[in-house]
């Protein structure tokens, strides 16, 4: 838009700076002078810790008529903490979200108000090279042919794409820095014990229909902000007054819909049903039953573990499973039935059976048969939704979670090979034909390949989002390391030894990691380690552990072992209270793979050893790993950059050339 990095940096400081460019200083005054700072990463230059000549810098690099100086964002300061616990959860957010990827951030925070407390954050949008020099936001990358050569367009321009040397431009990191916030203020709040939280969502997307109250600020539209408030609270009381009723109208059309689908014998087997189940058997009450009676049945199994008699409970949920059983049953027959009549032209051979039951779902909330292209997006929409569903679970034990997907995997490349080593062909085929070769086998066939092709999508997807959760964590503690040359055992090793000894992910030099190998550091006290073992022998409860890293460090296998191991080299620890802990954790881990096992086919339990920080750590970083994790990443950005430069030399001259080409060109069909 034009406006001035340094006006702006000027603005949010409250200090008095000179622009290089427009010869001129920029100031505003405040009453209250803001406090500000500047946090640089690595790599960054003395001069960027300087704020007048860090955004002249800037000015002076980017040059273009529509380049983009500085990105910005403002947050609203919990008035609950203490200025000082205002600052340190800032710095941690805006180090751990923004600096350590790269980022220059000139932090101001204003506190001209105290009902108002907030901050500006700018931030740069280069990269630094390892020379403290500014680095490329982009380069360009061929469209190769399957060959490797360059492919072409008609006006003989090789095809090419802009590759984005960091994704701080992307829109889904908006969104990933919006939840990091909220995310951060609520740890903060949680550990004072206030109980006030924050979203970053709106109430559209947390599906809350309300309307959001404004901020009152303290300007002149705080009397009117104020009374738009007051009537919002009001209309809530009105609404909240008219909730019952709508939702027994809601139930009542909902109850109807669904009994449509049902003949005389299944509305009479419904009935039963509902009253074993103590709900009204419907697909959303069914799964919402599943979820319940899992965590159920997995609470009681861990009480069994530390010696609770449950068997009163236990016999209770095989009861309601057993008749869970039989409603799943129910509905999917009548699923099946009721898409087949509503979506005939649809092939419901390729669609599984969730997203048949979620496309009923949504068929009954909006009383509407969907056709056309909208049928085929919310299909796909409905697809989407069940893998995100899948991701969340996978993602809280990423270990467990790839080992169950390699064995999906396994049986689906099986599945598929068998029935093409009948024709001949093999995996790598389908995609060399692009999949013309199925059309080589029988329908029943078909349907099969098709099936394990669409599987095996899914769990590449899937394991890619694992894949990630691992890299996001090891590339910010191991900057340089060759993640793709790493197996997974090891990921999952160094991701446990960075939960235990590195929780701020801050990144380690060669020499921190030396020193962690040869003398693992005691990370809790005597007080913790006894806690956490009673913790762990199930005499302690999660909401009597003040210190939340504690807590995360005993619900991790992993990382539980090394605790364990810690908590044995400390001479205040009975060998009766580490025993205990050991026999209990032992019991409740076999209990909870023996559940997992039951109802998850593919589960595959992890088992952790048990052993003493100072031989994991030595196992752990072997010479081969440490050469991985600290390759020279100085020579490698130097060559990537320098092959980069040479690419750009070459499209500019090639450019060159063809345009006197074309000029010669014109000038003959003039004459």
């Known amino acids: ?103 220059v951030a000139d932090v101001a925070i204003h506190r001209d108000h105290p009902d108002n407390p907030h901050a500006h954050v700018m931030l740069t949008n280069r990269p630094f090279n390892p020379d403290g020099t500014w680095g490329i936001k982009s380069k360009k990358q061929y469209i190769l042919d399957k060959n490797g050569n360059k492919t072409y367009t008609k006006s003989g321009y090789a095809r090419n794409r802009k590759i984005w040397l960091t994704d701080w431009d992307k829109k889904e990191k908006i969104t990933e820095w919006r939840h990091n916030w909220a995310v951060s203020v609520n740890q903060v709040l949680e550990q004072k014990n206030i109980p006030d939280r924050i979203s970053e969502k709106s109430y559209a997307e947390q599906g809350i229909d309300e309307v959001a109250t404004q901020h009152e600020g303290i300007n002149s539209q705080k009397e009117k902000r104020r009374e738009f408030n007051q009537n919002v609270k009001q209309q809530r009381q009105v609404k909240a007054e008219a909730k019952n009723t709508n939702e027994k109208i809601h139930n009542e059309r909902r109850m109807q819909t669904l009994q449509r689908h049902y003949s005389f014998d299944e509305k009479r087997l419904v009935a039963q049903l509902s009253n074993r189940l103590k709900t009204f058997v419907s697909l959303e009450n069914v799964d919402e039953k599943q979820r319940m009676l899992f965590n159920w049945k997995n609470s009681a199994l861990i009480k069994q573990a530390v010696g609770e008699d449950v068997a009163k409970q236990l016999v209770t949920i095989t009861q309601q499973e057993k008749s869970l059983s039989e409603a799943n049953q129910l509905l999917n027959k009548v699923v099946n039935r009721t898409v087949s009549k509503l979506y005939p032209d649809v092939d419901f ?12 779902k949504e068929t009954d909330s909006e009383q509407k048969v969907f056709t056309g292209e909208e049928l085929k997006d919310r299909l796909a929409m409905i697809r989407t939704n069940i893998i995100n569903q899948q991701v969340l679970t996978f993602t809280k034990r990423p270990f467990a979670s790839w080992l169950m997907l390699e064995k999906q995997e396994q049986r689906a490349k099986e599945t598929i090979s068998d029935i093409l080593a009948n024709k001949g062909y093999q995996l790598a085929d389908i995609k060399r034909t692009k999949g013309t070769l199925l059309s080589d086998f029988d329908e029943k066939q078909q349907a099969v390949l098709k099936k394990n092709i669409k599987e095996l999508s899914a769990i590449n997807e899937i394991k890619q989002v694992v894949d990630t959760q691992y890299n996001n964590v090891l590339s910010k503690t191991f900057p340089d390391m060759s993640l793709d040359q790493v197996k997974m055992t090891e990921k999952e090793r160094l991701y446990t030894a960075i939960v235990y000894y590195n929780p701020e992910r801050k990144p380690l030099e060669k020499h ?107 196992k752990l970083l072997s010479d081969t790993l440490m050469s991985l994790l600290y390759e020279n990443g100085q020579d490698y950005e130097l060559n990537r950059q320098k092959k980069a430069q040479k690419e750009l030399e070459y499209e500019l001259e090639k450019k060159k050339r063809q345009h006197q080409k074309h000029g010669r060109s014109s000038g003959s069909i003039h004459r």
Do not use: C
């Open 1 to 103: 838009k034009g406006r001035s990095a340094i006006a702006s940096a000027a603005y949010r400081s409250g200090e008095k700076l000179f622009d290089n460019q427009e010869g001129r200083h920029y100031f505003y005054a405040r009453s209250v002078m803001p406090e500000s700072f500047i946090l640089t990463p690595k790599n960054a230059p003395e001069w960027a810790s300087d704020r007048e000549q860090l955004w002249n810098e800037v000015e002076k690099n980017d040059r273009k008529a529509n380049s983009r100086y500085a990105k910005e964002f403002n947050v609203a300061l919990p008035v609950e903490l203490s200025e000082s616990e205002q600052k340190e959860l800032l710095t941690k957010y805006v180090q751990e979200n923004f600096v350590d990827q790269g980022m």
């Open 349 to 360: 051979e390729q669609i599984t059976m969730a997203e048949k039951r979620e496309l009923v």
């Open 512 to 618: 921190d990691l030396e020193q962690l190998k040869n003398n693992p550091p005691v990370q809790f006290t005597s007080q913790e380690h006894a806690q956490g073992l009673a913790y762990l022998s199930g005499q302690v409860k999660p909401d009597e552990i003040k210190n939340s890293n504690l807590l995360r460090v005993l619900n991790n296998r992993g990382t539980q072992q090394l605790f364990i191991g810690e908590a044995g080299q400390d001479k205040k620890i009975s060998t009766k209270q580490l025993e205990q802990a050991k026999q209990a954790v032992k019991q409740h881990n076999q209990k909870n793979d023996d559940f997992r096992k039951e109802n998850m086919p593919d589960y595959r339990a992890v088992n952790y050893n048990e052993n003493t920080p100072a031989n994991y750590m030595n």
